[in-house]
């Protein structure tokens, strides 16, 4: 008898309780909750010859982005290979895919898990995994589109659906449809509360939108659906503290960091990615620190990528800055200009975007800041191209405009400030930034309408 799973897929070398198992990992991946891994590697305990469990358990780790994990990819992937006969066509594409990424092509897998959603739309591994890789490769325009491609061959009935439709959302919120964004987010997390991707993608829409008292209720009011025995609440509670840190409560932010982002002391790569990004920001507005830059350097050291995947080298080029650790900076730089000259993705990533970020990183640790300005500006329509989420990624234009302002290129930082503030008119450091900008330029009346609406904000939160 053909075991076949919750979407009509037939599964080889599975029994029923093996597909079962399968099936609990698939849910606790679609929620990031509990541990997949855990789960998928009891299948496997279960039936050796189980292919696709194999596949999966490569799959979540070649998500976590992390170098020292390549030995156990590696491994998950020779066992696939062992067990792929007679797989079918659906399961051998998979196996493709986890190798093309392995490999370093990621443009690759992204397109194979696409060929599979094509032909398989009800394929919710393929959507998620290729949903990462999308996000991974800064393709917004995929983020969205993929997910569009398949949700005709989804509704209500069908088992996560609301992971479809949260993912839908994060790419909706990516490509600036707010709206469409904020409904189809809201939509999965109605049907399901612990549905921790959506969640973060209606968080997303209200972070872009300046909504930063609705991002702090929201968050506030679901707390116990992505916080608990949850591997994306760091990366929540990073959302969290955002909102705050736009309304100038430096203090509040601090508050998150120290009990919630960095609490753990993680060593989880992209939980230290989240910390330095906001121990960064906070030193864009002139927070002192303290000594978490150095805890969080030291962590840094011993897991700096290798140029495995420039988005992380480029935090932890932030925290060996913030930290004042010019050896370890040095040898990051190194390493990311030795991996632009391969031919894998990340080379790319390197070339285009995460050598001149981490060369613009530490000038301006060094108060060179005409360098950084300069470095900044040749990535600033590019950036997407090494990764992450508009919200990330914002970091750079930040420390670009306060660059500008520290190196008296004043008429080019009121010109990114209005930008800016365009965009996103309630944030407190955006007219602070600007008032800089408008009084050393001289513009008296334009300094005092930002000042007021600095007051303004402040009086909000009084």
């Known amino acids: 008898m053909q075991i076949v799973d919750a979407w009509d897929h037939p599964v080889t070398n599975a029994s029923g309780a093996v597909r079962d198992i399968y099936e609990q990992a698939l849910g606790e991946f679609q929620t990031y909750a509990g541990d997949p891994v ?7 305990a279960a039936q050796p010859d189980f292919m696709l469990g194999h596949v999966m358990r490569a799959y979540l780790m070649l998500t976590a982005t992390e170098k020292a994990l390549v030995e156990e990819i590696n491994k998950s992937l020779e066992a696939a290979e062992r067990a792929s006969g007679g797989a ?79 993912m839908h959302a ?14 189809s987010g809201r939509r999965a997390v109605d049907l399901n509360p612990k549905d921790a991707w959506a969640i973060h ?4 829409v209200l972070e872009m939108e300046g909504r930063q008292q609705d991002g702090i209720d929201w968050m506030g009011s679901r707390v116990p659906d992505w916080s608990v025995d949850n591997f994306f609440a760091v990366h929540n509670w990073w959302h969290w503290a955002l909102y705050h840190l736009d309304l100038g409560e430096s ?34 507005v002139g927070i002192d620190v303290g000594d978490r830059w150095q805890e969080l350097a030291n962590c840094w050291a011993p897991l700096a990528e290798d ?38 993705t990340n080379a790319a990533m390197a070339r285009d975007v995460g050598v001149p970020v981490a060369k613009a990183l530490w000038a301006f640790g060094a108060g060179q800041y005409a360098k950084a300005v300069e470095s900044l500006l040749s990535v600033r329509y590019v950036a997407h191209r090494f990764g992450g989420s508009n919200a990330q990624r914002d970091i750079l234009a930040w420390t670009l405009i306060e660059a500008a302002l520290r190196d008296d290129q004043l008429a080019l930082a009121e010109a990114l400030c209005n930008q800016r503030l365009a965009q996103k008119s309630t944030s407190l450091q955006n007219w602070q930034m600007a008032a800089r900008a408008h009084t050393g330029l001289g513009h008296d009346s334009q300094a005092k309408a930002a000042l007021v609406r600095v007051d303004e904000i402040q009086a909000q939160r009084a």
Do not use: C
Request: glycine letters at 8%.
């Open 88 to 166: 079918t066509e659906r399961e051998r594409m998979h196996l493709a895919a986890a190798r093309h990424w392995a490999s370093g092509d990621l443009d690759g897998a992204s397109a194979q898990l696409f060929d599979i959603t094509v032909e398989h739309p009800r394929d919710i591994l393929a959507l998620q995994v290729g949903h990462l890789s999308d996000f991974y490769l800064g393709n917004a325009g995929m983020l969205r589109d993929r997910i569009a491609s398949a949700i005709p061959a989804w509704d209500v009935d069908v088992p996560g659906y609301h992971a479809v439709l949260g």
């Open 307 to 344: 140029g495995f995947y420039s988005f992380n080298d480029a935090h932890a080029m932030m925290a060996f800055v913030g930290a004042g650790r010019d050896d370890l900076a040095k040898a990051n730089l190194a390493r990311l200009e030795a991996a632009s000259s391969g031919a894998e």
């Open 38 to 44: 855990a789960t998928i590697e009891r299948a496997i």
């Open 251 to 284: 203090e509040k932010v601090l508050s998150f960091y120290d009990s919630q982002i960095r609490a753990e002391r993680s060593e989880v790569v992209l939980d230290m990615v989240d910390a330095a990004a906001m121990l960064w920001r906070l030193g864009l």
């Open 201 to 204: 993608a209606v968080a997303h």
């Open 170 to 183: 994060f790419g909706l919120e990516e490509m600036g449809a707010y709206r469409a964004a904020e409904e």
